[in-house]
């Protein structure tokens, strides 16, 4: 399936996870789309997408509580918890919310687990256009080790096409332009549920409404590549990832198994960006209501291997809480622009604790990001024969500024810092 024209360049957007857990709310969604609205539509940024458990009247962290009741419709379909989320009253679902996200020239996403709720199979609840029940196309011993929610659904079974097309088609008239499905793209019991992420493509094929589609958490075997991209906008290649220096350095690593295969409607994904203010209501990570634990140059890191490895830019922080420094981080035309139109990256240099990528605009130029894994700052003189880029006789640092013009000659010369980038345009 050609899914290049609904993500043709990593999605950017934010989500409501790193800061709210499973417990966010209306009013909060709201008031981050109108920030997004106000401050980053014009740089690029469109999904405001709630996570996961919105059906779940009495979450209030991202700790799940076991075995809950939880709002679903007649045809055995999770609804948002009206009590959270008062438009999706008298069954409206998330149309209203959803309306007002496009109103403000935004798109709308919404988390799922893959499955069927576990209270409709125990219930033998119906399917929407079909004589199976839940309980016909449950399979009940493919559960989510860290969620009671759902059992999986069982692909053989007459009926479970028609479950996922019913879900996506309440999803369609809702106006829902991106769905992150989770407990799917490896699960820590059961590897990479192939047969539900097909029926979930061919699910979103068949509503009539184009949908990105979002598979989590990883890692993701790089090995399944090329289904990913045939039935997938973004797979996660890591595990949730949170604001610790073990984990960013570890991404390095994912970036270079990954690299060459980002491409147009395909995007392997880094995970969500744990920058400003984070974990006023989720738990996870190791640590509570918090700016950020990253450096800035921590985060100028984080920004320039996602941003030069194209991932999507997923913002995890209560945005209108956004200092200075963070809304640079996020409206940096330059890097933003390497992200939407680069190509090619790939790391070039790996030798202790100096990682170099680097990428290739249309128009001739050439990106190197420069890395310091290191504890000590690293002074350099980069021979630009080594990254590909001989020849080369000027450019600029992104992350200073088009004002700070570089002359090369031959050579490179940079001072990067401790757990640092410096981000190069050359050419």
Not at 52 to 63: F, L, R, T, V
Not at 315 to 338: H, K, Q, Y
Request: one cysteine or more; a negative charge; hydrophobic letters at 40%.
């Amino acid at each position: 399936m050609d899914h290049s024209f609904i993500a043709p360049t990593p999605p950017l957007g934010w989500n409501s996870w790193d800061g709210y857990g499973a417990a966010v709310t209306e009013e909060e969604i709201r008031g981050n789309a109108e920030y997004m609205a106000k401050h980053l539509k014009a740089f690029g940024w469109s999904y405001i997408t709630v996570d996961i458990q919105w059906y779940e009247p009495g979450a209030h962290s991202s700790q799940y509580r076991p075995f809950v009741p939880l709002a679903m419709d007649s045809y055995s379909r999770l609804m948002p918890a009206e009590n959270r989320f008062p438009s999706a009253v008298g069954g409206l679902g998330f149309k209203p919310l959803a309306d007002y996200v496009h109103h403000l020239g935004l798109r709308f996403g919404i988390h799922i687990m893959r499955g069927i709720p576990r209270q409709a199979v125990h219930g033998a609840t119906p399917i929407l256009g079909n004589t199976a029940t839940a309980r016909d196309i449950a399979h009940t011993n493919s559960i989510c080790p860290w969620n009671t929610d759902m059992y999986g659904v069982d692909a053989s079974k007459e009926g479970a096409q028609a479950y996922y097309d019913s879900l996506f088609e309440l999803y369609a008239s809702w106006g829902v332009d991106l769905v992150k499905v989770d407990d799917i793209a490896a699960s820590r019991l059961y590897g990479t549920h192939q047969p539900e992420i097909a029926m979930i493509s061919e699910a979103i094929k068949r509503c009539g409404r184009p949908m990105v589609l979002s598979l989590s958490p990883g890692p993701a075997p790089v090995e399944s590549s090329a289904f990913f991209a045939e039935h997938a906008n973004m797979w996660r290649m890591t595990d949730d990832f949170w604001d610790q220096w073990p984990l960013l350095r570890d991404m390095f690593d994912r970036c270079r198994a990954w690299q060459g295969v980002p491409q147009a409607g395909s995007w392997p994904d880094c995970d969500m960006l744990p920058l400003g203010h984070i974990g006023i209501r989720s738990v996870d990570g190791g640590g509570a209501d918090r700016w950020t634990r990253f450096t800035r140059d921590e985060q100028l890191t984080m920004m320039s291997l996602w941003s030069i490895f194209r991932s999507p830019l997923i913002f995890g922080g209560e945005l209108r809480d956004n200092d200075e420094w963070t809304l640079s981080l996020i409206t940096n035309r330059e890097v933003l622009r390497m992200h939407r139109e680069s190509r090619g990256a790939r790391e070039a240099i790996r030798e202790g604790d100096l990682i170099v990528w680097t990428a290739e605009h249309p128009e001739g130029f050439g990106y190197a990001a420069v890395f310091n894994l290191g504890e000590s700052p690293l002074t350099l003189e980069l021979p630009m024969e080594r990254i590909g880029l001989s020849g080369v006789t000027a450019g600029f640092e992104l992350w200073s500024g088009a004002t700070a013009e570089l002359t090369v000659s031959g050579e490179l010369p940079t001072t990067v810092p401790s757990h640092g980038v410096r981000l190069f345009r050359l050419g």
